[in-house]
Nanobody, 127 residues
Framework: EVQLVESGEDLVQAGGSLRLSCAAS????????IGWFRQAPGKEREGVSC????????YYADSVKGRFTISSDNAKNTVYLQMNSLKPEDTAVYYC????????????????????WGQGTQVTVSS
């Protein structure tokens, strides 16, 4: 059974930093794409970042480029999202997601319908 468990929920001030973690288990393939989506109140779910297990290629939404960094620790089966220079508009529930059908991050955001999902973790950035 595939499981994705997020941690790192917190309330931070604008300009601050926060690191989210996603512990993955039960994967049936060594080639996959894993990353983060977020959903703010009243808005659609947005693909934030992705990393490929196959070649380490990454993807970032324009809204987070230069501020967020995704990384993975294969020994711990954990993916991290380091978020710096946080803004109030980063406030959202952040979901870890994995695509076991492709290790290509190019379509990670659009292929959300086939992803496995974590339960979500709340990030609140105060102004």
């Amino acid at each position: 059974e595939v499981q994705l468990v997020e941690s790192g929920e917190d309330l931070v001030q604008a300009g601050g930093s926060l690191r989210l973690s996603c512990a993955a288990s039960g994967f049936t393939s060594d080639d996959y794409a894993i990353g983060w989506f977020r959903q703010a109140p009243g808005k659609e779910r947005e693909g934030v970042s992705c990393i490929s297990s196959k070649d380490g290629n990454t993807y970032y939404a324009d809204s987070v480029k230069g501020r967020f960094t995704i990384s993975s620790d294969n020994a711990k089966n954990t993916v991290y999202l380091q978020m710096n220079s946080l803004k109030p508009e980063d406030t959202a529930v952040y979901y870890c997601a994995a695509d076991l059908d492709s290790a290509d991050c190019t379509y990670f955001s659009t292929n959300y319908y086939r992803h496995y999902w974590g339960q979500g973790t709340q990030v609140t950035v105060s102004s």
